[in-house]
């Protein structure tokens, strides 16, 4: 079935710095890709999107690349701050149906001041 | 505004006690759904909802059930506690979409703890 890896381990930088989350998918068909933003004490929220092969989805300063050669969709961030500190979730959308999110593990990042 | 408002927040309950999480939307989105999420695993469907009176199971149903009389509201019982229960759930709507796109909004989550 459809799934989604995220790379190993929290995330620990200092403000300022460049961020870069691996995800890897294995889907059929051709699946929406999500991130999500979890805040302390919070539910999650969408961050951005990408719904075909190519799209970039943007927002906050955050990019991910909906890569179909690769089956990835790796978030970026070119200067992060410490309010960006949270847990951020790679998720698909495609052969459940009816919005049905496969999330990956997440990844606790943490910025430093 | 309300957005999806999950109750209670927090909850300790005994081995073999019932309850049931009570999740309620303002925004009149058709699906619902009952995620849990266990530390460094993510999170996992235990139930949705595509309208009233329509429900399915998820990826981990067992030990829970559902029910979604009315567009806004759908509640998880839980029957029987146990410590494998022990998680943070979340409730999520979503508008019907046939693209397949939409977007989730999630509650702030209702933690629990079976001991």
């Known amino acids: 079935g459809d799934s989604v890896t995220q790379m190993e381990g929290p995330v620990t930088l200092s403000e300022e710095a460049f961020l870069t989350i691996n995800c890897t998918y294995t889907?059929?068909?051709?699946?929406?890709l999500f991130w999500y933003v979890q805040y302390p004490g919070e539910g999650l929220q969408l961050l951005l999107k990408?719904?075909?092969?190519?799209d970039k989805g943007s927002n906050k300063g955050f990019e991910a690349t909906y890569r179909k050669e690769t089956t990835s969709f790796h978030l970026e961030k070119g200067s992060v701050q410490v309010s960006d500190s949270a847990v951020y979730f790679c998720a698909l959308s495609g052969y459940y149906g009816n919005n049905r999110l496969a999330f990956g593990k997440g990844n606790q990042v943490v910025v430093i001041p | 505004n309300a957005g999806v408002t999950q109750t209670p927040k927090f909850r300790i309950l005994k081995i073999g006690q019932s309850m049931t999480l009570q999740c309620t939307q303002d925004?009149?989105?058709?699906?619902m759904y009952w995620y849990r999420q266990d530390p460094g695993m993510g999170l996992k469907l235990i139930y949705y909802?595509?309208?009233?009176?329509?429900?399915d199971k998820g990826e981990v149903p067992n030990g829970y059930n559902v029910s979604r009389s009315t567009t806004e509201d759908f509640p998880l019982r839980l029957e029987l506690a146990a410590p494998s229960q022990t998680s943070v759930y979340f409730c999520?709507?979503?508008?019907?979409?046939?693209?397949?796109?939409?977007?989730?909004?999630f509650g702030e989550g209702s933690r629990l703890t079976v001991l």
């Open positions: 889907a059929t068909g051709y699946p929406s």
């Open positions: 909802s595509v309208g009233a009176g329509i429900t």
């Open positions: 999520a709507s979503s508008p019907r979409d046939s693209s397949n796109t939409g977007e989730l909004f």
């Open positions: 990408a719904t075909k092969a190519d």
């Open positions: 925004m009149n989105h058709n699906y």
